[in-house]
């Protein structure tokens, strides 16, 4: 069975500074990862995902995230965050075999102040 | 535009009564989920369906029911038997016959408080 554990239930930030959201994983079987993002009130959107190839992922609204196998982390940065990624971040993985078997994490939200 | 549709977004019902939440997609996406969220503790599968007529139990199952009648359509009945019905209930899709690297696309939620 895979598990999923985000270090830190909320992070806060000020405007224009870096932020590290950190996602370490458990698995016996090789996983793909994903971090999702959920704004207040809504469902989920991809912000990037790990398949194989680069361990470096770019995402979307400049977030990218490193995967890091012999640490099984999958920890998500942006150098430079805005008032608008005050959001909730969930990190999730899926093992390689089965597509149904998504595991996600309990989530971190970012609060970024001004 | 392609998306997938709940409603009502926010549900008050009495203790005791069924309810029903309604999940429809026009992204012709083979498989649908139903997920729960609560506070600190992500989503956890509830239901999930690969094909019409064909679905499968999650992690909580407990206390719910689904269908699949139609490609598009994935209602799920939230029964008295399940002890604690208040939560965020998220649904979602994933297209290439739920193949294990695609994402999944989600719907904006329902609210289901029950008193």
């Known amino acids: 069975a895979q598990s999923v554990t985000q270090l830190d239930s909320q992070v806060p930030v000020f405007e224009e500074a870096p932020v590290e959201l950190r996602c370490n994983y458990s698995?016996?079987?090789?996983?793909?990862l994903f971090w999702y993002v959920q704004y207040p009130n809504q469902g989920l959107q991809l912000l990037l995902k790990?398949?194989?190839?680069?361990?470096l992922v770019k995402g979307i609204n400049g977030f990218e995230a490193e995967f890091n196998k012999s640490q099984t982390s999958f920890h998500l940065r942006k150098p430079s965050v805005h008032i608008s990624d005050t959001a909730e971040y969930f990190c999730a993985v899926n093992p390689h075999r089965d597509g149904n078997k998504l595991v996600f994490g309990a989530g971190t939200i970012l609060r970024v102040k001004s | 535009d392609g998306g997938i549709t709940q409603s009502p977004k926010y549900l008050f019902r009495k203790e005791g009564q069924n309810v029903t939440l309604s999940c429809e997609q026009n992204l012709n996406h083979d498989a649908m989920y139903w997920y729960r969220q609560d506070p600190g503790q992500g989503l956890r599968l509830i239901y999930y369906?690969?094909?019409?007529?064909?679905?499968q139990k999650g992690d909580i199952a407990e206390g719910y029911s689904v269908s699949r009648e139609k490609k598009e359509s994935f209602p799920l009945t939230v029964t008295s038997a399940q002890k604690n019905p208040t939560a965020f209930y998220l649904c979602a899709s994933k297209g290439q016959g739920g193949t294990y690297n695609s994402p999944l696309h989600f719907g904006n939620g329902t609210r289901l408080t029950v008193t």
């Open positions: 698995s016996s079987v090789s996983v793909y």
């Open positions: 369906s690969q094909i019409v007529n064909d679905f």
């Open positions: 790990y398949l194989s190839g680069s361990t």
